[in-house]
Nanobody, 122 residues
Framework: VQLVESGGGLVQPGGSLRLSCAVT????????IGWFRRAPGKEREGVSF????????SYADSVKGRFTISRDNAKNTVYLQMNRLKPEDTAVYSC????????????????WGQGTQVTVSS
């Protein structure tokens, strides 16, 4: 089982990035998938997740309206479209897979990617 993130980088405030989480070793539609981030000096926090039961999505208040999570089952890939980025979005972003019902419960997630750095700065 492997999750590999890509798409991070340096972007100016107000800009956009799309992160990808490529999954191998299991079917994407058999796990909840979440995006988490860890900013310097802060604890890891949940950003968004997608529920395998009905494809519903949830977002942290800090990113609601700016970020969109989606998945492509055919490509076994989950995306995080990030728009109107702010300096406070700077963090290492990681995707994770967990059983149905993992939701925002970080300890429930069994598999993690290595993360991709997102830096928002002028």
């Amino acid at each position: 089982v492997q999750l590999v993130e890509s798409g991070g980088g340096l972007v100016q405030p107000g800009g956009s990035l799309r992160l990808s989480c490529a999954v191998t070793g299991f079917r994407l539609d058999s796990y909840d998938i979440g995006w988490f981030r860890r900013a310097p000096g802060k604890e890891r926090e949940g950003v968004s997740f997608i529920d395998i039961s009905d494809g519903s999505t949830s977002y942290a208040d800090s990113v609601k309206g700016r970020f969109t999570i989606s998945r492509d089952n055919a490509k076994n890939t989950v995306y995080l479209q990030m728009n109107r980025l702010k300096p406070e979005d700077t963090a290492v972003y990681s995707c994770a897979a967990g059983p149905y019902g993992s939701s925002w419960n970080e300890p429930y997630y069994d598999y993690w990617g290595q993360g991709t750095q997102v830096t928002v700065s002028s």
